[in-house]
């Protein structure tokens, strides 16, 4: 709408800001670090701050709840066979937002908003810990993927800012 300041204005306007002294341009296509990062879109995370990494260095995956989904395995087959990534870190974390309902109560919703179901997994999340495990699973068997010795499943604790790894 003209004449209605938004959100995206305010960063459009910080962009504007940021491009004065953007210089990674020159940063190769393939990330410095062999690695693709798929973890959740919450706000709270921030892969540069947790994992201490910089532009460039690895791919990052993001979508709600960083689960496994189709689009997230097309980006992987990419990643690996284009781009040169050989491991896979899977992070979830606690008190995410996909455990604050089912995928059935989810799809009754958008039903009733759109008129039917999606035809899209939801992906709500029940345990942390065994979807996270699922999720190391669903890579590590996945054909489509060609290097899946390396995929390593995590949860992110968002009070005390750690990673603990599952196995």
Request: charged share 25%; proline share 5%.
């Amino acid at each position: 709408m003209v004449g209605v300041s938004t959100v995206i204005d305010e960063l459009v306007r910080k962009n504007a800001a940021a491009a004065f002294d953007f210089d990674y341009g020159g940063l190769p296509i393939k990330p410095r670090l062999p690695v693709v990062v798929l973890t959740c879109m919450d706000s709270r995370l921030s892969t540069p701050r947790l994992l201490r990494v910089e532009p460039g260095d690895v791919h990052v995956l993001r979508n709600a709840g960083g689960v496994v989904t189709p689009d997230v395995i097309r980006s992987l087959a990419v990643s690996q066979r284009r781009l040169g990534t050989r491991e896979v870190m899977i992070i979830q974390h606690t008190k995410c937002g996909m455990t604050m309902f089912t995928d059935e109560e989810f799809s009754a919703e958008l039903e009733a908003a759109a008129g039917r179901r999606p035809d899209w997994d939801i992906g709500s999340i029940r345990d942390i810990r065994k979807s996270v495990l699922d999720s190391v699973t669903q890579v590590r068997e996945n054909p489509y993927l060609i290097h899946t010795d390396q995929v390593r499943g995590f949860v992110f604790d968002v009070d005390l800012g750690n990673l603990t790894e599952l196995t």
